[in-house]
């Protein structure tokens, strides 16, 4: 089982649509969630993080973290095209401790359809 | 805010010779800074981690004295391909993380780098 798991894709979603994107992570003890968007040919861009369970709101951007299901998931709302790219889960695991490093999804493709 | 640089965007060089990547953080203390390499359509892979002052600690696999990490500073840490051979062209990019974080890591722009 890996790590962090996300779907590969690719999904697509129509402009103004709820784009929808899921996480799942293996160490129950991790304790910081993040997203990063990574354009073609572009390093990643935090984008939302997370650490209690519940929802966490930045502007159309929703990161939902459940622990007891060990789900991290992110809602883009009003999805635009230039939203089109790919989505990488990130999760600090406790095992990382002094090292700091998270752990990667391999990330999800998202396509905004104009 | 969390800015960091990386230079050059891009290399092109000959087998056999060096290339020294540069990686800032503009605007807070990176204590610790890490070296990732990505293929096209590929995941990020993990190739150290460094924190100003110490010896970095690599990834498994990863050659040490080929891919020379120096974190001389809380703003500034390099990577040097030492010999590079065309299967190092990759994307290299750095990440920097604040002490008192989340662990939250902030990304460089990335480092093309092309072998012939």
């Known amino acids: 089982q890996k790590e962090v798991e996300q779907n590969s894709g690719p999904l697509s979603v129509p402009e103004g649509a709820i784009a929808s994107l899921n996480c799942t992570y293996s160490d129950r003890g991790s304790q910081s969630f993040f997203w990063y968007r990574q354009y073609s040919g572009k390093s990643p861009e935090l984008i939302m993080f997370i650490y209690s369970n519940g929802d966490k709101e930045d502007g159309r951007f929703t990161a939902q973290l459940n622990k007891a299901s060990q789900y991290v998931s992110l809602l883009i709302r009003d999805s635009q095209p230039s939203d089109s790219a790919t989505y990488l889960c990130a999760v600090n695991p406790p095992k990382s401790g002094s090292a700091r490093q998270l752990t990667f999804g391999s990330g999800t493709q998202l396509t905004v359809l104009p | 805010g969390a800015v960091v640089s990386q230079h050059p965007s891009w290399v092109i060089c000959k087998s056999g010779t060096s290339v020294k990547i540069e990686c800032r953080s503009l605007d807070f203390q990176a204590t610790t800074m890490f070296w990732y390499r990505q293929f096209p359509k590929k995941s990020l892979m993990l190739m150290a981690t460094?924190?100003?002052?110490?010896?970095?600690?690599?990834e498994q696999g990863v050659e040490k004295d080929k891919f020379l990490i120096n974190h001389a500073s809380l703003t500034l840490s390099t990577l040097t391909v030492t010999s590079a051979h065309p299967e190092d062209s990759s994307f290299y990019i750095c990440s920097a993380q604040g002490s008192g974080s989340l662990y939250e890591q902030y990304f460089g722009p990335g480092t093309r780098l092309t072998v012939t």
């Open positions: 460094s924190n100003e002052g110490s010896k970095a600690t690599y």
